[in-house]
């Protein structure tokens, strides 16, 4: 059974641009949490979502920022406008659809701001 | 919002010693999981223990829920063992981890 998977694993985007992060959750998980790790604030939750739904964006900038996890595909992290602020590692984790609390982790992406 | 704390910060060890690193949390929590990040950044789940106690290898965990803590036990530590070891804790259901700041291990050969 093949891990959380992320990629890109390194994206480089100049100030204004558009970044992109996709997740694919381990096969028959259904649940999908994003985490950010900046460098001194360390590693906060950012958005949970099912399938099509997004349940809990308490922990995302207002603006820029959105996520989506559609019926197809992986879910997506989408941030516009980017700044040097942006810059960070970007977690996925899924957990499975029945009632077990543990999140798998993928690598990473880690994103650099010019 | 639930406070975890992480102790030490850093610690430093020689190869085939023994540590232990510690977690406070400030409220019940019915998710508890321990982590190691190690130095390509990547986060590496050791364990899934709200309660009780585990083992895996050299690594084992304990949870004494009432009282708000978790320890994680590493014997006979080796240089891969070195990097960011994270607890991080969840309340209700199943989402939004609190992690603490993490102990920096760094194993000399």
């Known amino acids: 059974n093949a891990g959380v998977m992320q990629n890109p694993r390194h994206l480089v985007r100049r100030r204004g641009q558009e970044a992109r992060l996709r997740c694919s959750p381990m096969k028959g998980h259904s649940h999908v949490y994003w985490y950010r790790q900046l460098p001194e604030e360390g590693l906060k939750f950012m958005v949970y979502l099912q399938k099509e739904n997004i349940i809990d964006e308490s922990g995302m900038p207002k603006e820029r920022f959105s996520a989506e996890f559609p019926k197809e595909g992986p879910s997506i992290l989408r941030i516009q406008q980017v700044v040097r602020g942006d810059s960070a590692a970007y977690f996925c984790?899924?957990?499975?659809?029945?009632?077990?609390?543990?999140?798998?982790f993928g690598p990473g992406t880690r994103l650099t701001v010019l | 919002g639930i406070q975890v704390e992480q102790s030490p910060p850093d610690l430093i060890l020689q190869e085939g010693a023994n540590s232990t690193l510690r977690c406070n949390f400030s409220?019940?929590?019915?998710?508890l999981q321990w982590f190691h990040q190690n130095p390509w950044g990547q986060l590496i789940n050791l364990f899934y223990?709200?309660?009780g106690t585990k083992q895996n290898g050299r690594l084992s965990a304990t949870t004494v829920a009432t009282e708000r803590y978790s320890l994680l036990y590493i014997s006979s530590s080796q240089t891969t063992d070195s990097g960011v070891y994270f607890c991080a804790v969840g309340r209700g259901s199943n989402y939004k981890l609190t992690f603490g700041k993490g102990t920096l291990l760094t194993v000399n050969p």
């Open positions: 409220d019940s929590v019915n998710n």
């Open positions: 984790a899924s957990s499975p659809d029945q009632v077990t609390d543990t999140q798998y």
């Open positions: 223990i709200p309660s």
